[in-house]
């Protein structure tokens, strides 16, 4: 295994805050991010809620009327010291126990000879990560009240990388769209995806008596902390660096992938050698609109050896697992040399890619952010060096690229120039005019604004005044019950559509931090508590008591109104409709799945199989049911014995200004000891005074060790390409197994 220490991919960038301006945009997300977004519309297809139900019962530990004796526990118990403080375990053999069987069917799938085979491996690992019961998939963007002046689907359409945060297509009208025009829009997209005609958005809004906009603001709450979009696996940087630089491809908003800094490129017949041919001409520019030197085909190679270098978290696409780039392993984990690895500038404008074994989703993977060019000369000449060893020894005085202080830190070859960034304010990015492709630009400025979510009373009001595009109606925030007062909500609300993000909540096997330098956020159990609850949390059946306790639909109502409660929901982490299956499969043990099979019935299929009790569709809540919960306490405690003292205290830390995750904090507290009673379990409410501290506690918690929390849910993913082991492979340590941090390991 390989123990890997990475930042973010796809992280969640402040928990409530973007929620209060997901109306202003309107694409799905696919990256790391956080639960701030989780009421942010997208422009995905609606998510598949017809799944089965199932009432399987468990393998695990069946609930029996039959008195349970003392039993020799064999299961994890935390330790104190000889001072009688609590130990922490050790990481690899807390994964091994919880994680073994998962990881197994993960190499399995990575093995197999086909791609159906893969996903019905893929189904099969899910469906046992879901039954460690150490995550719970909670919810997913959109499904609210929203009201928006920006039209549906004008900006590139795909379920994973970064297009989707590309804003340069957007069109905005200076009115909010009415459900009718909105939807007489969709229609309109729908027939030009099946090849019945165009969609032309911004004529039809014309036609319609609407003037359009060429100016979109949107906020922020955490500023970029790089320009470097090589350094980093933030959305929160990621999303105002993406639209500063091109990369080979880029997905259309009808979802084709579509020609970008590469013109052409062909597929070797083994499928191991990718050859792009990119567009002669295209230039690099400074902050000011100066040109500084000519994208070529080494640009990509200096940004793959740089990306590599930087160690920021992603670095392990390109390897194995993933992407599969040849060399990329031995120059990651053994010392191999950067010459061995498979990416090449054949001459200025041609670039190759090789691999060590076929991928069919490897052209997904080229819109994610890994595969972006830098300017090589900009890179050096400013303190730029190459090698591991050598980059992280550099000095810090003469390295001045991309530097969050400096826009001139960097250089850009997209459709905007970053010339602003003050985290304390505003950033600006301004239309490129020499840029290669600007005919096609709709927008000439892109400004975020710095707001922590505070007083959403002024985001609606300057939403009203046309300072933003949209805004999302929160029951929580009180601006549903405002917009139904002025009139607003009848006119202009329709219900955003979900996306392929998935938000979940992981309980912390392994916790190694309980209060932050500063003091803040501090836990208020005994040395004995803390190891308690580590013991408890490492018993599978005390887990699964925790999940089917927790009722997510009435957490959800509290921001979503009762009536939407259910509709962002998600069961599993995988986005059900993600894949089909291309022909009939046969799997192991005989079982038939037909072609046109979705990945979310086979997960299905194989929870069902293993008794895990959860239904997989979207828009339920497909985990809450007390008479599971109670029946898997009563199992936990007959195996625990006397390992643990009762109750288990169960730390949660909430963003105490916000009043949304007040209110979610509370309906977790009552919902967990409501259904296992407080004689069992008591969660206790840890205020964070600050967004910063609560981020400190999970979001960005720098390792599982770091996470100050028992339960977070606070984090999501978002997919970087198109297969389902984009979302698995963030629990393999295998493969690095970033969010296993949410878990408290590694």
């Known amino acids: 295994m390989k123990n890997i220490k990475k ?87 807390i994964y091994e ?37 150490t995550m719970i998939p909670n919810t997913t963007q959109g499904g609210a009240y929203t ?46 995806v099946a090849g019945e005609g165009t969609y032309d958005p911004a004529a039809y809004l014309e036609s319609k008596g609407h003037t359009l906009q060429t100016d979109y603001t949107y906020s922020f709450s955490t500023p970029p902390v790089t320009l470097d979009w090589l350094n980093t696996a933030s959305q929160s940087d990621t999303e105002v660096t ?72 992603l670095e392990y696409l390109c390897g194995g697992g993933n992407a599969e780039i040849v060399g990329v392993d031995a120059y990651l984990y053994e010392g191999g040399s950067f010459d061995n690895v498979g990416v090449k500038a054949v001459d200025d404008y041609t670039l190759q890619y090789t691999l060590a074994k076929p991928v069919p989703f490897f052209m997904t993977m080229l819109t994610y952010s ?70 096609k630009v709709t927008l000439n400025s892109i400004k975020w604004v710095f707001d922590n979510g505070e007083n959403p009373d002024a985001t609606y009001n300057d939403c009203l005044k046309g300072v933003y595009a949209g805004v999302t109606l929160g029951k929580a925030s009180g601006l549903l019950d405002k917009a139904i007062a002025d009139g607003n909500f009848d006119k202009y609300a329709y219900i955003s559509d979900t996306t392929s993000t998935t938000y979940f909540g992981g309980l912390n096997v392994n916790r190694g931090t309980f209060g932050l330098e500063s003091g803040a956020c501090a836990t208020t159990k005994t040395e004995q508590e803390k190891a308690d609850t580590v013991t408890a949390l490492n018993n599978k059946n005390f887990r699964k008591a925790m999940q089917h306790a927790f009722d997510k639909k009435t957490q959800n109502a509290v921001s979503r109104g009762e009536e939407l409660a259910e509709t962002n929901l998600r069961n599993m982490y995988t986005i059900p409709a993600f894949m089909r299956l291309e022909n009939d499969v046969t799997d192991s043990d005989g079982h038939t799945f037909t072609a046109g099979t979705e990945y979310g019935d086979l997960v299905q299929y194989y929870c ?40 288990i205290k169960i730390d949660v830390v909430y963003y105490s200004a916000n009043d949304t995750q007040t209110a979610q904090a509370n309906a977790y507290k009552a919902s967990i000891e409501g259904t296992l009673g407080t004689e069992n379990v008591v969660v206790n409410l840890i205020e964070a005074t600050t967004p910063e501290d609560f981020y400190a506690c999970g979001y960005r918690a720098a390792n599982g060790e770091a996470g100050n929390f028992d339960m977070f849910y606070g984090s999501g993913w978002g997919p970087d390409y198109g297969d389902p082991c984009t979302y698995l492979n963030t629990f393999d340590y295998n493969v690095d197994g970033y969010m296993l941090k949410v878990e408290g390991l590694f």
């Open 7 to 93: 930042l973010l991919a796809l992280l969640l960038v402040v928990a409530m805050v973007a929620a209060m301006f997901a109306g202003c945009q309107e694409s799905n997300t696919g990256k790391e991010t956080d639960a701030a977004k989780t009421d942010a519309p997208a422009t995905g297809e609606p998510a598949k809620t017809d799944a089965p139900a199932t009432d399987a019962p468990a393998t695990d530990t069946p609930a029996t009327d039959e008195p349970v004796g003392p039993v020799e526990y064999e299961g994890y118990v935390s330790q104190l010291d000889a001072e009688g403080n609590y130990v922490r375990g050790d990481d690899e053999e």
């Open 97 to 133: 126990s919880i994680y073994g069987e998962f990881a197994a069917l993960m190499e399995e799938a990575r093995n197999a000879e086909s791609n159906d085979e893969r996903f019905i491996l893929e189904a099969k690992a899910e469906a046992v990560l879901l039954d460690t019961a």
């Open 242 to 313: 993406v639209q500063t630089v091109d990369g080979l491809v880029e997905y259309d908003n009808l979802g084709n992938l579509q020609p970008k800094l590469a013109e052409s490129w062909e597929v070797s017949d083994d499928g191991l050698t990718y050859t792009f041919h990119l567009r002669q001409g295209v230039k690099w520019y400074t902050a000011e609109g100066t040109e500084y030197a000519e994208v070529t085909a080494n640009d990509f190679v200096t940004a793959m050896h740089h990306m590599l270098d930087a160690q920021a978290g």
């Open 370 to 439: 890994i595969f972006l060019p830098i300017c090589t000369s900009f890179y050096e000449a400013n303190g730029g060096v190459y090698g591991i060893e050598e980059y992280a020894q550099r000095n810090t005085d003469t390295y001045k690229f991309g530097l969050n202080t400096d826009v001139s830190s960097q250089v850009y070859c997209g459709p905007f120039l970053l010339q602003k960034l003050q985290g304390d304010s505003e950033i600006l990015c301004v239309k490129n005019e020499k840029y290669w492709d600007a005919d």
């Open 147 to 192: 009201i928006s002046r920006v039209a549906p689907r004008t900006v590139p359409y795909v379920q994973w990388g970064n297009d989707d945060d590309r804003w340069h297509s957007m069109v905005i009208s200076d009115e909010f769209l009415t459900p009718e025009e909105r939807n007489e829009l969709l229609d309109m997209w729908d027939k030009a």
């Open 608 to 647: 069902d199989q293993i008794g895990c009790k959860v239904n997989c569709a979207d828009g339920v809540d497909g985990w809450f049911n007390p008479t599971a919960a109670k029946e898997y306490l009563e199992a936990a405690k007959a195996e625990l014995g006397e390992n643990v003292t009762w109750p």
